[in-house]
């Protein structure tokens, strides 16, 4: 059977394809290749990795989102969202000739069997929490970086800037370069902060100090086992709470927002507390 998308060809162009009642794996393939045709979408054709980047991005952070809300209808549809975006970046390089969707399923097998050596190789995993030890030594041996600092070159720059931090922290800890407990995390999250102090007053060096504040509290988040970026996630819920309690406290008064002064919106703050 034929289908037409009306988006894409404005009802003039119809190309082939196969009406069922379930579609698999291949089927994704075969729709994103006819949509990238030159009988399919022009916007689809178009698109660039760097044009569709941001949709990658998004589509990931949605999913994210549904695991959070633990949403599984949602989580379902989000993950066909990340997939297709998969498929679709894949597409562009089997055009350009360079990889195909099935190199990609290739090399994450080939990798998974190289990084599980506990399981299809004999070898032995003492428990869960002993095997994130092993991948990294093996990806690290995969990829060449005989040095710690070429492995935190590898960490991705497009990563969140506290996970980044979180991530490169980490690495430096596994080569011995860490505090003995959360105590000189702590004392050195105080250092960072008066730093930042004397640099506003001085009025140079703000972002750099400013830096090294978030970085010294990733640091004191990874001793307490807090995700950074899930207690920053947090803290903003709790703003947007406490903002909306100060908003009504305004109301209560018949009073708009703008018009209390800073100490009558501080103190329906602190009543939100």
């Not at 979408?41 to 941001?54: A, K, L, N």
């Not at 990806?139 to 710690?148: D, I, M, S, V």
């Not at 970026?229 to 819920?237: I, M, P, Q, V």
Request: hydrophobic letters at 40%.
């Amino acid at each position: 059977m034929k289908i037409t998308n009306s988006y894409c060809n404005k009802g003039e162009t119809m190309v082939n394809f196969t009406r069922k009642l379930r579609y698999g794996y291949e089927d994704l393939l075969e729709i994103i290749r006819l949509l990238r045709s030159p009988e399919g979408c022009p916007w689809d054709r178009v698109q660039t990795h760097s044009s569709i980047r941001r949709g990658l991005l998004e589509e990931s952070y949605e999913a994210a989102e549904a695991i959070d809300l633990d949403n599984a209808a949602m989580l379902q549809e989000e993950l066909g969202d990340v997939l297709m975006q998969v498929v679709f970046h894949a597409d562009i390089e089997r055009q350009r000739g360079r990889f195909t969707m099935e190199d990609v399923v290739d090399g994450v097998v080939k990798k998974l069997l190289y990084r599980h050596p506990h399981v299809f190789a004999g070898a032995a995993a003492e428990s869960a929490e002993s095997v994130p030890a092993g991948w990294e030594q093996l990806k690290r041996a995969e990829k060449g970086q005989k040095t710690t600092a070429e492995a935190m070159d590898s960490v991705a720059r497009s990563l969140p800037g506290l996970w980044r931090a979180e991530k490169l922290q980490k690495k430096a800890a596994d080569a011995g370069f860490e505090f003995a407990d959360i105590s000189g995390a702590l004392l050195k999250l105080e250092e960072e902060v008066r730093e930042l102090r004397q640099a506003v007053e001085e009025g140079s060096n703000i972002s750099e100090e400013l830096g090294d504040v978030l970085f010294a509290a990733v640091k004191v988040g990874r001793f307490a086992e807090a995700d950074p970026e899930e207690a920053l996630a947090g803290t903003c819920e709790k703003f947007i709470r406490r903002f909306r309690a100060v908003e009504e406290g305004a109301q209560t008064q018949g009073k708009e927002i703008g018009d209390l002064t800073l100490t009558e919106m501080t103190d329906l703050w602190n009543r939100a507390k």
